[in-house]
């Protein structure tokens, strides 16, 4: 048999993806799981994007789409940056893709070669350092403690620098932590990466409508201007407007990286299909209301999922205020055993004994880059939480 190519010796597959499939194999036995490893939110796609759709499709808008976007979307995108972001790109700085992971993984395409370094503040979302690797780079992880809330200390940034550095990553609000960066915590970066003009620096802001307590959303190029032609800024409609399955991510950013990441488009995709770019244009002009009513929904559900794994003796928590994702730290329990006898030395052997035991799914910290850990999803539903919180307690008391 031919040999599978090289490049995917290092490249794992998702834990999160891999959790879920747990779970819907688990549930085609019969068995009645509660899913907390999913990063997808539970409401419907807005009606107004699925009527635009409809309607782009019984107008016959359903040929070939310029591979970067159509220019309706294009210029929606770009009235976007400057409405919520304050920021100035051209429909030219502005191309769209399958994803904001697409996105991501041709930005790095574009630019890496090979030994070049990506630095990654860590925990970090899993798909980041994998990209990295399929491009022939190296992810510098720079560990981001519970001490600091999942953020990394500028100093820390700027010791991980070296003359290969490419780019620097930066999620906020996070995945898994759901930390959120403040003006203050970008103003630092920036000072960082000010010294250092030979770095690119990607700011995946997907969850940029998901945020709580009056926290202000902030994306690094927003605050300091003078990165303006180094930042590539990323966004998608997935996580803000529930089009998870329509697969669209857009970015804007420096002339000369946007053509380079065209010309990747160009090649491994033919355009993000024209339904799809006729809804994203749907929400991103419509109304916005939705977006502050839905974030409340998931506060509240946030809220009440602290305070129940708060009475859980062993488990402690930080309080995120954006995305809609619990990291919650589960080290009082390693070196201990299941009521089932399962011995727990890692956060892997917590979340599989919790899968097994008592059948409600989350995803090791491991898989983040940080131990130990458990990442759970809240976008779900309020009797969902509760079932799944019922069971978590029921399992942490069973160890001893």
Known sequence: MPDIADRLKNVAVSASVAMTQKARDLAAQGVRVVGLSTGEPDFPTPEHAIEAAYAA???????????DGTPALRAAIARKFKRD????????????AGG???????????????GDEVIIPTPSWISYADIVKFAGGIPVPVLCPQSNGFKPYPADLAAAITPKTKWL?????????????????????AQVMLRYPGIWILTDDIYEHLIYDGVTFYTIAQVEPRLYDRVLTVNGVSKAYSMTGWRLGFCGGPQDLINAMSNVNTQNSGGVCTLTQ????AV????QDLLRERAEIYRQRRDYVLERLAAVNGLSCHKPQGAFYLFINIAAFIGKTTRNGRRITSDADF??????????????GAAY???????????????????????IAAFCRGIH
């Open 278 to 281: 006729a809804a994203a244009v």
């Open 57 to 67: 499709a019984r107008a016959g808008d359903t040929r070939y789409p310029p591979t």
């Open 369 to 391: 880059g940080i131990s130990p850990f458990f990442r759970l999803s809240y976008a779900t539903s309020m009797a969902m939480l509760q079932e799944g919180c019922d069971r």
């Open 284 to 287: 991103l002009e419509g109304p």
């Open 85 to 96: 972001n304050q920021l100035e790109y051209d429909v030219c700085q502005i191309i769209t």
């Open 351 to 364: 979340v599989l004994a919790l899968i097994e035991e008592h059948h409600v799914v989350t995803v090791q």
């Open 100 to 114: 904001a992971k697409q996105i991501i993984f041709n930005a790095m395409l574009a630019t890496i070669n090979p």
């Open 169 to 189: 990553l930066l999620n906020y609000p996070g995945n898994p932590t759901g930390s959120v960066a403040t003006r203050a915590d970008l103003l630092a970066i």
